[in-house]
């Protein structure tokens, strides 16, 4: 199948463009020099020799994501978490259906990576195509290699008008992946990670999926068959990066990240311990979105979103510190029946040795500690209103 040309400036790497630009990552100086940091005993001519030798046979993204990515991603599981599980009782038996999951977004690498282990694992015919932000890609490198992943670029710091042409693009793509490519997609509920962890969608990101297809707005949501995601972390190890950057935000309201900042919030998810991980998929929304139908247009995306927000709340997985964080900042013993003294003690240690981590001038520690323990609070309070309702 030819994939439309325009497409070409944000689509994954199709079947048959993947050995070329296999080839020319290793070509990379860039990419050598990340390699010899983590295999330094291995000279350059012995790591592209072992790299050429496992990458035959590899002919698709998907050839390369099982070949490579996933034993990377399982091992990350074994070292870095105390397991990650996956439930999708809420989805049909029927692994012909394609999916475009809207999650809430915990870590910029490891939030699809996560998912399509647990979708192979459970015998999903196919992985995901991820959005991800060009800010990210800061090398040429890192660009092939997201697109060798299935990623799709989503454009960020366009004029308003550059932005309605890229939304565009995107939203047609996504479409034309879901029901001609017969991928499935993750998209993150809203532009960059919730710092708080206070997990909202945004309607701007429902419109854009809306764009792409025919008729109403509903009829176009209606054909990519999305699937709310809720993903639970027991232990966030960006936190005290999160709350670093609200401090420095806090005292200089100019303060913008740098690369270099990215790239360490990249590095410390990816290797950072996470405790328990769990992913829970929602029914999709074509289940009810007959019933937001007869809103006018602005409504139906208010109303569609708060919805989606409920479906996701509802579905964390909850841990011992959730419960902790929350009583802590009420000052109340409230939820104490969900944790023990040794509960108490490990996430006062864990909030310990990630205070001592951040690295600016003039720690606040105590709005840093109320940072983290918010992150911490805010999924809870998000699932009781949701149960609630």
Known sequence: MAIPAEFDEIRPYDTGEVQQAFNELLADRQFSTMLRGIVPWLPKSLRNAVLKIAFIGVKSPLDFQKRFMKPIVRHIIWKYTDGCTFDDNCLPRDFSLRYTFVSNHRDIVLDSALLDVMLVKTGYPTTVEIGIGDNLLIYPWIKRLVRMNKAFTVRRGLTPKEMLRSSQIM???????V????????????????????????????KMLAMGGEGKPIDSLREINIVPLTISYEFDPCDYLKAQEFQQKRDNPAFKKSRQDDLDNMKTGIFGYKGRVHYHCA?????????????????????????IDRELHANYCLFPCNYIALDELEGTKKYAQHYTEADKKRFEDYLKGQLEKVKIANPDEKFLRERMLTMYANPLRNYLKAKAE
């Open 171 to 177: 939203s047609r793509y996504i479409h034309y992946a």
């Open 179 to 206: 029901t001609q490519k017969h991928e499935n997609i993750w998209i993150a509920q809203r532009e960059g990670r919730a710092k708080d962890s206070d997990d909202r969608t945004q309607d701007s990101v429902l």
């Open 283 to 307: 029914a999709p929304i074509n289940t009810w979105i007959d019933e937001l139908g007869d809103l006018p247009k602005t409504e139906f995306f208010a109303a569609l979103s708060k919805r």
